[in-house]
């Protein structure tokens, strides 16, 4: 029990650690912000508070009470972990915290053996009843589209005549984004591509929708004013609002508010390109749509400036 104690009150202080930022997480690079609340409360915040109540139980010696939450927390971490693979995510906090819950519930196992896989199994069918019996990617469904429409020549950065057409899917929230961003630019331009940011729309992100407008607006007064928001709006938070984004970064106000039809027609072009969540995401191709390359992800730049020369 002790020990159990000592691996609980840990696992409490790696949650901990958790909403104070000092983990990196790739979740809005992979499109599961929708499994980041749960009833409006960060679901961390609720690791934290099951992490102290085994603590609580351990220190209090119920032992009996202390193995069934701390094996149902197994179940949910089993859950939490399949979802995760389902969206191509890799996060250190989730194995520790997930691994650490492992020891502690092993710790604890029960003199009536069967308890453990009942109690994981309740913790399993909680939560794919709290969200869904499959993965959701957090990516906004685009309106009905009648007919392809052509993307304005002012949406475009490049030679008119370039023979390779570039699209790439950027989320301002994206940590991975953010980091590639300024290189990724110089290598497309340097390339004589003619190339694109398309930005996804992501129904947990309060300004996903006000973003993508914006970046369109940016990218219609040319190259200096769209490499301007980028500088400005790369790490913004997945969780802020409007409002909020506005208090902290005021040079992106002559942006936002201002309605663009493109956008709607954006997210209808994401599924064209098979878009499945995960940002960065380039697309190339030649102007009959041969494809020259595609990456998404942990982009491999020297790969995608090779490509593009040829």
Same mark, same amino acid.
Request: charged share 15%; with cysteine; aromatic share 8%.
């Given at each position: 029990?002790?020990?159990?104690?000592? @691996?609980?009150?840990?696992?409490?202080?790696?949650?901990? *650690?958790?909403?104070?930022?000092?983990?990196? /997480? *790739?979740?809005?690079?992979?499109?599961?912000?929708?499994?980041?609340? &749960?009833?409006?409360?960060?679901?961390?915040?609720?690791?934290?508070?099951?992490?102290?109540?085994?603590?609580?139980? +351990?220190?209090? #010696?119920?032992?009996?009470?202390?193995?069934?939450?701390?094996?149902?927390?197994?179940?949910?971490?089993?859950?939490?972990?399949?979802?995760?693979?389902?969206?191509?995510?890799? /996060?250190?906090? /989730?194995?520790?915290?997930?691994?650490?819950?492992?020891?502690?519930?092993?710790?604890?196992?029960?003199?009536?053996?069967?308890?453990?896989?009942?109690? /994981? #199994?309740?913790?399993? &069918?909680?939560?794919?009843?709290?969200?869904?019996?499959?993965?959701?990617?957090?990516?906004?469904?685009?309106?009905?589209?009648?007919?392809?429409?052509?993307?304005?020549?002012?949406?475009?950065? =490049?030679?008119?005549?370039?023979?390779?057409?570039?699209?790439?899917?950027?989320?301002? *929230? +994206?940590?991975? +984004?953010?980091?590639?961003?300024?290189? @990724?630019?110089?290598?497309?331009?340097?390339? %004589?591509?003619?190339?694109?940011?398309?930005?996804?729309?992501?129904?947990?992100?309060?300004?996903?929708?006000?973003?993508?407008?914006?970046?369109?607006?940016?990218?219609?007064? =040319?190259?200096?004013?769209?490499?301007?928001?980028? @500088? #400005?709006? @790369? %790490?913004?938070?997945?969780?802020?609002?409007?409002?909020?984004?506005?208090?902290?970064?005021?040079?992106?106000?002559?942006?936002?508010?201002?309605?663009?039809?493109?956008?709607? &027609?954006?997210?209808?072009? &994401?599924?064209?390109?098979?878009?499945?969540?995960?940002?960065?995401?380039?697309?190339?191709?030649?102007?009959?749509?041969?494809?020259?390359?595609?990456?998404? %992800?942990?982009?491999?730049?020297?790969?995608?400036?090779?490509?593009?020369?040829?």
């Amino acid at each position: 029990m002790r020990w159990a104690a000592v @691996l609980a009150i840990l696992q409490a202080a790696v949650a901990a *650690s958790r909403l104070a930022g000092i983990w990196p /997480c *790739s979740e809005a690079c992979a499109g599961g912000g929708f499994y980041r609340t &749960l009833g409006g409360v960060d679901v961390v915040a609720l690791a934290l508070g099951a992490d102290v109540g085994v603590a609580v139980l +351990c220190l209090a #010696s119920q032992r009996s009470w202390a193995a069934i939450a701390a094996w149902v927390l197994v179940g949910v971490g089993a859950a939490f972990t399949a979802i995760a693979v389902a969206l191509g995510m890799f /996060c250190p906090f /989730c194995l520790v915290h997930h691994g650490l819950g492992l020891i502690i519930a092993g710790l604890l196992w029960p003199a009536r053996w069967w308890i453990a896989p009942l109690a /994981c #199994s309740w913790g399993a &069918l909680a939560t794919n009843a709290a969200f869904h019996h499959a993965p959701i990617v957090d990516v906004a469904e685009p309106a009905a589209v009648s007919a392809p429409a052509a993307v304005p020549s002012a949406a475009w950065r =490049g030679p008119a005549e370039a023979a390779i057409q570039v699209e790439a899917v950027v989320d301002p *929230s +994206c940590a991975h +984004c953010a980091a590639v961003f300024d290189d @990724l630019r110089l290598i497309l331009d340097r390339s %004589g591509v003619r190339w694109r940011i398309i930005v996804p729309v992501r129904p947990s992100q309060p300004a996903s929708a006000d973003l993508a407008a914006a970046a369109q607006q940016a990218a219609a007064e =040319g190259p200096e004013a769209m490499d301007a928001f980028w @500088l #400005s709006a @790369l %790490g913004v938070k997945a969780d802020a609002t409007t409002a909020g984004i506005l208090a902290l970064r005021p040079e992106l106000a002559r942006w936002f508010h201002r309605p663009s039809p493109q956008v709607a &027609l954006d997210q209808a072009r &994401l599924k064209t390109l098979r878009f499945a969540g995960r940002t960065p995401l380039i697309v190339a191709r030649r102007g009959d749509g041969t494809p020259v390359g595609r990456w998404e %992800g942990d982009l491999d730049l020297p790969a995608i400036a090779a490509t593009l020369r040829r």
